[in-house]
């Protein structure tokens, strides 16, 4: 399966989501095999959901908490996700990593939680340009997706998203792309068994149409996890016809 994702981040408001959506009710063509998603800003998702209806673009949260209910001031449960037709939930994504200080522990609990719930969890991972340039992109990935030893085998995509790549307009070369992409499919199969195989791995960093149409060729790259250039619906529509 391929699949990709608009992460919108902390961007966009009510005015602009309604013409996002109704582009995508008009031009997104479901095709066999590829998933589109949408993950809004939270208090956008039910909105981003009725106005998707049933036009088969999916939506996802970018966080929620592992916790099912109670005294947990400004978070979210899975449950409630669940509750408001959410597809889907981001978890670990490199700036919840970095600037909200989101663990490995506290992924085990909310990759656990999401399935729970019926919401597919997208595990992002990806190393900073310190960690590259140090020699330490491999083991930081390793104990990135160590991860799933302890939630097993289960719904599941993995995001790999170098740090150095994100918002920055520098994507990752072919070469750079297909290193890790092999890696992160060896890791999978390690940890995981044959289900390991199954899983996408989508790029993210950097991914515009321009760039596109060569990254999703590289062997074990199966979508897409895109931020800025999926600010623009005829962008977000144009790589999802790219990955059909
Ligand atoms: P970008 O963000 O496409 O703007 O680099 C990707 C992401 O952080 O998911």
């Known amino acids: 399966m391929r699949i990709i994702i608009a992460n919108w981040k902390m961007n966009l408001l009510s005015k602009d989501i309604d013409g996002f ?10 095709k066999p095999g590829v998933e589109a998603g949408i993950a809004p800003p939270s208090i956008y998702l039910k909105d ?18 592992f916790e099912a209910k109670g005294a947990f001031t400004g978070e979210i449960a899975m449950a409630q996700l669940k509750d408001i037709g959410c597809d889907g939930v981001l978890l670990g994504h490199s700036e919840r990593r970095h600037i909200f200080g989101e663990t490995n522990a506290a992924l085990v609990k909310k990759v656990k939680a999401a399935r729970e719930h019926d919401l597919l969890p997208v595990l992002c991972i990806g ?18 997706l160590a991860v799933l030893k302890e939630t097993g085998p289960g719904a599941l995509v993995v995001a790999y998203e170098p740090v150095w790549a994100i918002g920055t ?29 199954e899983v996408p791995i989508q790029y993210g960093g950097s991914v515009t149409p321009d760039n596109f149409s060569e990254l999703i060729q590289v062997p074990h790259v199966s979508g897409g996890l895109v931020g800025g250039a999926a600010l623009d619906p005829a962008k977000f529509l144009k790589l999802v016809q790219q990955a059909q």
């Open 48 to 65: 981003v959901k009725t106005k998707l209806g049933n036009c088969g673009v999916k939506v996802f949260a970018q966080n929620a908490y």
């Open 21 to 30: 959506c109704a582009a995508c009710v008009a031009e997104y063509k479901a």
């Open 169 to 197: 307009g520098r994507v990752a070369t072919v070469e750079q792309v297909r290193e890790v992409h092999a890696f992160v499919a060896e890791e999978l199969k390690r940890l995981l068994g044959e289900a390991g195989a």
């Open 127 to 144: 190393e900073t340009l310190a960690e590259r340039d140090g020699g330490k992109m491999f083991e930081v990935l390793r104990e990135q």
